[in-house]
């Protein structure tokens, strides 16, 4: 018997009543049930979540070419309508996710200067290399190593538009939407991580221009564990992961016989793919939990659109957004952030849709960097390799190409 016809007429309106709109629902600790789901079939897809089960499939086989390990989940009007891993990805899987762990930092900052808005009252305006905020970026004498420091906002660190220089062998510069590329310096070196944070390397001034630097989101997230008396995880714990009741999280604090005494403000956060959802929603919501206002809306706002501290580039407070239109295929309220090896939590709102893309190589899903078991089961595909020659072919297996050719596909997948 079909499920209209067992629940009748009568059925389907207490259950409208119960969960009137997607507006109302936030799903439940994985351990009290989780998310609903609308995996059942196509046209339970296209009903309660507005959703084209085929087209999510080609997503789904574009996604998983495109690196080693995959995963592709979808949350629309609140129900989880796609799920597919492969690999090492699996749902309770919690490989490092590298610098998408960027996005969590930032969002930890907005709530940062909303409950300590005293002690900053000039919220994203506040310079932080100051002997309050920074003391140790000070010499004996009170001098900074680089003077132009001085003027580095709050703002700036998470807008990567600091004057640092950004990493890698190639790093690149963008000034008012040209780059061009910049010399190689050295960057953060796990052995002595705030340290090597602070004496990056400037190659102009704050503002100046945008370049993606490890080292800014890291030195806000000093000052958050200056101002707060908590380090970025445990600030995350408190404010975001207990109201919404994730499972067992934590950084990839343990790298070989060296321990991080500090989370990494850059990235490299580990949380199951049903919990990264959970905050991708929070966003959605701008901020709400329930009845709870885990994060302002406003910040949540500026996120998604133009930032007055990077004119530069669309990257706002450690996201990625369309409001230029640079994703011709998704609409110009998107927003996200990507990490190493094709991982990334998207963002639209317009289409009340949340979309967790995983990735990454075997290395990241090791669970000596967590100390959190990784799930047994999944399938090692150590003969992958992208298909040459064909659209599969993405920079860094499935990079911000990948990502961004996904979020599209998904969003065609949208019907009303």
């Not at 050295?186 to 080292?215: E, F, H, I, K, V």
């Not at 501290?309 to 669309?314: D, T």
């Not at 230029?324 to 609409?331: M, R």
Request: hydrophobic share 35%.
């Amino acid at each position: 018997m079909s499920p209209s016809k067992s629940i009748g007429f009568w059925g389907w309106v207490v259950l409208a009543v119960i969960l009137p709109v997607s507006a109302e629902y936030f799903p439940p600790p994985d351990v009290q049930g989780g998310w609903r789901t609308a995996t059942q079939g196509p046209s339970m897809i296209r009903r309660r979540a507005g959703l084209d089960s085929g087209r999510l499939e080609q997503a789904w086989e574009y996604n998983q070419r495109c690196s080693q390990n995959a995963g592709l989940l979808v949350v629309r009007h609140g129900w989880l309508a796609f799920e597919r891993y492969v690999g090492r990805a699996q749902r309770e899987a919690r490989p490092d996710m590298a610098s998408t762990g960027k996005a969590y930092t930032s969002i930890a900052c907005g709530i940062l200067l909303q409950e300590f808005r005293d002690r900053l009252p000039a919220g994203l305006d506040t310079r932080v290399f100051t002997p309050e905020l920074l003391p140790e970026a000070f010499s004996a004498d009170g001098r900074l190593d680089d003077p132009r420091r001085a003027e580095i906002t709050l703002g700036h660190l998470l807008c990567m538009s600091g004057g640092y220089t950004g990493e890698g062998g190639a790093p690149t510069a963008v000034v008012m939407g040209r780059s061009f590329p910049l010399k190689p310096v050295p960057g953060q070196d796990l052995r002595d991580l705030d340290g090597s944070s602070l004496r990056c390397a400037m190659w102009t001034n704050a503002g100046g221009g945008y370049s993606y630097s490890s080292p800014e989101p890291h030195i806000a997230s000093m000052v958050l564990r200056r101002i707060s008396g908590l380090d970025l995880r445990d600030y995350i714990d408190q404010r975001l992961a207990r109201p919404m009741g994730w499972g067992p999280w934590n950084y990839c604090l343990y790298r070989g016989t060296l321990t991080l005494p500090h989370a990494n403000g850059a990235g490299s956060i580990a949380v199951s793919a049903t919990d990264a959802l959970r905050f991708g929603y929070c966003l959605l919501k701008d901020g709400r939990w329930g009845r709870q206002q885990l994060v302002p809306a406003d910040y949540i706002a500026q996120c998604r659109r133009m930032s007055r501290f990077n004119p530069h580039s669309p990257y706002s407070l450690m996201f990625e957004h369309n409001a230029d239109g640079h994703v011709a295929g998704a609409p110009r309220d998107a927003f996200w952030k990507s990490g190493a090896g094709g991982f990334a939590l998207i963002v639209v709102p317009s289409l009340d849709l949340v979309i967790y893309k995983m990735g990454g190589n075997h290395g990241q899903y090791d669970p000596a960097l967590t100390r959190i078991p990784q799930p047994p089961g999944g399938r090692d595909r150590d003969d992958w390799k992208p298909i040459a020659g064909t659209p599969f072919q993405e920079p860094s297996n499935g990079g911000d190409g990948g990502i961004r050719r996904v979020l599209e596909m998904v969003c065609a997948a949208t019907v009303e």
